[in-house]
């Protein structure tokens, strides 16, 4: 049997692994914790009470970065003539459409509003409206490259503004809107995408995750070399005591008596 599994050290082996094991699984919950509250901040942004459109973005602005999800308020006019589905949208995992119009604001732009989710552009609604005021998360226009297959049909791959601007005659705003309680009787769409937290959000739980990995490798560490010095054989230094010894009395000049 190895010296290291001798009964003696059954005890400093069990501490060993009680040590390592919480050190790890509390590493992992601070890093979890860490997630957690990065999360909670960018859902928070969509939360936030909402403001006028014309507060966050206007119509020959770049998009905010830092304003993905803010909750806006527009009024306007629909361009329902401009009316289109964008596919593959998720909800509720059921992949269906979002419905999308753009809305023509005071400024003489008009920003896209996605209306809500539906099923097939055929289940879609006849809707008319011919103003509308609602509150909605702002977005970023999408670019993922996907290519609209038939350029002919109501149906877009993503919700790009290269897309619909050629769909209407007015400036469009350089994001869209998706609509809080979706519009004439559709179910909200979910948000595409959420703010991303501040780098140093809850910073100090991801410090403490990796603090106690580092206490873990030391507990290791610790335990390799007590098992190390438990099980070295002590006449290994008593033999190298008397070589040693031995070399110094061979070495050593011979006394004359005279």
Same mark, same amino acid.
Do not use: C, K
């Given at each position: 049997?190895?010296?290291?599994?001798?009964?003696?050290?059954?005890?400093?082996?069990?501490?060993?692994?009680?040590?390592?094991?919480?050190?790890?699984?509390?590493?992992?919950?601070?890093?979890?914790?860490?997630?957690?509250?990065?999360?909670?901040?960018?859902?928070?942004?969509?939360?936030?009470?909402?403001?006028?459109?014309?507060?966050?973005?206007?119509?020959?602005?770049?998009?905010? &970065? *830092?304003? /993905? @999800?803010?909750?806006?308020?527009? $009024? !306007? =006019?629909?361009?329902? #003539?401009?009316?289109?589905?964008?596919?593959?949208?998720?909800?509720?995992?059921?992949?269906?459409?979002?419905?999308?119009?753009?809305?023509?604001?005071?400024?003489?732009?008009?920003?896209?509003?996605?209306?809500?989710?539906?099923?097939?552009?055929?289940?879609?609604?006849?809707?008319?409206?011919?103003? &509308? *005021?609602? /509150? @909605?998360?702002?977005?970023?226009? $999408? !670019? =993922?490259?996907?290519? #609209?297959?038939?350029?002919?049909?109501?149906?877009?791959?993503?919700?790009?503004?290269?897309?619909?601007?050629?769909?209407?005659?007015?400036?469009?705003?350089?994001?869209?809107?998706?609509?809080?309680?979706?519009?004439?009787?559709?179910?909200?769409?979910?948000?595409?995408?959420?703010?991303?937290?501040?780098?140093?959000?809850?910073?100090?739980?991801?410090?403490?995750?990796?603090?106690?990995?580092?206490?873990?490798?030391?507990?290791?560490?610790?335990?390799?070399?007590?098992?190390?010095?438990?099980?070295?054989?002590?006449?290994?230094?008593?033999?190298?005591?008397?070589?040693?010894?031995?070399?110094?009395?061979?070495?050593?000049?011979?006394?004359?008596?005279?």
């Amino acid at each position: 049997m190895s010296p290291a599994l001798a009964p003696r050290l059954w005890a400093g082996h069990l501490l060993a692994v009680v040590l390592v094991v919480a050190a790890g699984v509390l590493g992992f919950w601070q890093v979890d914790a860490w997630q957690e509250r990065r999360a909670a901040e960018a859902e928070d942004v969509t939360r936030a009470d909402p403001v006028p459109l014309g507060e966050v973005l206007g119509p020959d602005d770049p998009f905010p &970065g *830092d304003r /993905v @999800g803010q909750p806006v308020t527009v $009024e !306007g =006019t629909w361009l329902a #003539d401009a009316t289109r589905f964008v596919s593959g949208r998720v909800r509720d995992g059921e992949e269906g459409y979002w419905m999308v119009s753009p809305l023509l604001l005071d400024d003489g732009a008009a920003i896209p509003v996605v209306l809500g989710w539906v099923e097939t552009p055929v289940a879609a609604p006849d809707w008319w409206q011919a103003s &509308g *005021d609602l /509150v @909605g998360w702002l977005q970023p226009p $999408e !670019g =993922t490259g996907t290519t #609209d297959t038939d350029p002919g049909d109501d149906v877009l791959p993503q919700l790009r503004t290269a897309d619909l601007v050629q769909l209407v005659d007015e400036d469009l705003y350089g994001g869209y809107v998706v609509a809080r309680d979706g519009v004439a009787g559709l179910p909200a769409a979910d948000l595409a995408q959420l703010p991303e937290a501040g780098r140093f959000t809850a910073l100090r739980n991801l410090l403490y995750g990796v603090e106690w990995w580092v206490f873990g490798g030391f507990a290791l560490f610790v335990w390799w070399r007590w098992v190390r010095d438990s099980t070295h054989e002590p006449e290994d230094d008593a033999d190298a005591d008397s070589t040693d010894a031995d070399s110094n009395d061979e070495s050593a000049p011979d006394t004359v008596t005279a």
